[in-house]
T-cell receptor, first 116, second 114 residues
Framework: DAKTTQPNSMESNEEEPVHLPCNHS???????IHWYRQLPSQGPEYVIH???SNVNNRMASLAIAEDRKSSTLILHRATLRDAAVYYCILRGWVNAGGTSYGKLTFGQGTILTVHP | EAGVAQSPRYKIIEKRQSVAFWCNPISGHATLYWYQQILGQGPKLLIQFQNNGVVDDSQLPKDRFSAERLKGVDSTLKIQPAKLEDSAVYLC????????????FGSGTQLSVL
């Protein structure tokens, strides 16, 4: 499984933008870049995903480097509710026993603290 | 839209006892996942079902863990006998397709083995 590298923790102030980096130098051409976040005492929550082009949705933006070896999750205006662990994951495609399926392998993630 | 339902929310057992967790995925979702999350770590995939068939159980400790998904809907995960190191949150997730484009997670079952 291709791996990702994220900082252990980051801090931000409320209403400021947050840029969460992720390195994935061993990414393959078919791997999608996924981001999930996990609030305390909850299961992970899907944030955004992309392949090559930058992506935007109501929660965040995903900026993908041209060589795809790194990406950045952008929260445009952090709120206290954005305090969570953010996981950058490469969704690999597995072919086994005549079956093909996507597989998400979580790493340690980045703990984001948002200060009022 | 109802989310992924899991029960129980908490469970405390003694080592060598058995325990079972239940998961009801989002209606119509073909793929179901069980993850184990030890405190301070990211979730680890234990088993992945496509409808009622297993597509990946490479990290499931098969000597003590078992899982089934009857009729391609609900799923149960069982541990027998439990060990201290099984203390963790057990997360169930589902996705509409087997590509894993977007997973929806339940709140998990927190297991404490004493």
């Amino acid at each position: 499984d291709a791996k990702t590298t994220q900082p252990n923790s980051m801090e931000s102030n409320e209403e400021e933008p947050v840029h969460l980096p992720c390195n994935h130098s061993t990414i393959s051409g078919t791997d999608y870049i996924h981001w999930y976040r996990q609030l305390p005492s909850q299961g992970p929550e899907y944030v955004i995903h992309g392949l090559t082009s930058n992506v935007n949705n109501r929660m965040a933006s995903l900026a993908i480097a041209e060589d795809r070896k790194s990406s950045t999750l952008i929260l445009h205006r952090a709120t206290l509710r954005d305090a969570a662990v953010y996981y950058c994951i490469l969704r690999g495609w597995v072919n086994a026993g005549g079956t093909s399926y996507g597989k998400l392998t979580f790493g340690q993630g980045t703990i984001l603290t948002v200060h009022p | 839209e109802a989310g992924v339902a899991q029960s129980p929310r908490y469970k405390i057992i003694e080592k060598r006892q058995s325990v079972a967790f239940w998961c009801n995925p989002i209606s119509g979702h073909a793929t179901l996942y069980w993850y184990q999350q030890i405190l301070g770590q990211g979730p680890k995939l234990l088993i992945q079902f496509q409808n009622n068939g297993v597509v990946d159980d490479s990290q499931l400790p098969k000597d003590r863990f078992s899982a089934e998904r009857l009729k391609g809907v609900d799923s149960t995960l069982k541990i027998q006998p439990a060990k201290l190191e099984d203390s963790a949150v057990y997360l169930c997730a589902s996705s509409q397709y087997q590509g894993g484009e977007k997973l929806f997670f339940g709140s998990g079952t927190q297991l404490s083995v004493l």
